[in-house]
Nanobody, 121 residues
Framework: QVQLVESGGGLVQPGGSLRVSCAAS????????MGWYRQAPGKERVLVAS???????NYADSVKGRFTISRDNAKSTVYLQMNSLKPEDTAVYYC???????????????WGQGTQVTVSS
């Protein structure tokens, strides 16, 4: 009923920039918070950044000042602009959204399929 589709991952050199996007589609009534998580090989999935429906962001300490999260509510899309990338940012990046479907008052957590970001020279 709901799909989150990420795009924009890839290979970038240290110090470079990359922007990933995540578009939600389906029988959506409303979207509350949206966010990005990442999971490096052998490690747990952790929160990178989140943004409320009204646009208030929150960042993990490791990315503050380098990453910027934003959203376009009209397009049901969340973005993550990543600057000054480091090798330790290498991970699969997952989009997450709290979504209310058209036929229920309940909020559900939905995940994208993930997009690989590799920072390497």
């Amino acid at each position: 009923q709901v799909q989150l589709v990420e795009s924009g991952g890839g290979l970038v050199q240290p110090g470079g920039s990359l922007r990933v996007s995540c578009a939600a589609s389906g029988s959506i009534f409303s979207i509350n918070a949206m966010g990005w998580y990442r999971q490096a090989p052998g490690k747990e999935r952790v929160l990178v950044a989140s943004i409320t429906k009204s646009g208030i962001p929150n960042y993990a300490d490791s990315v503050k000042g380098r990453f910027t999260i934003s959203r376009d509510n009209a397009k049901s899309t969340v973005y993550l602009q990543m600057n000054s990338l480091k090798p330790e940012d290498t991970a699969v990046y997952y989009c997450n959204a709290a979504i209310r479907l058209s036929n229920t008052p309940m909020l559900g957590a939905y995940w994208g399929q993930g997009t690989q970001v590799t920072v390497s020279s």
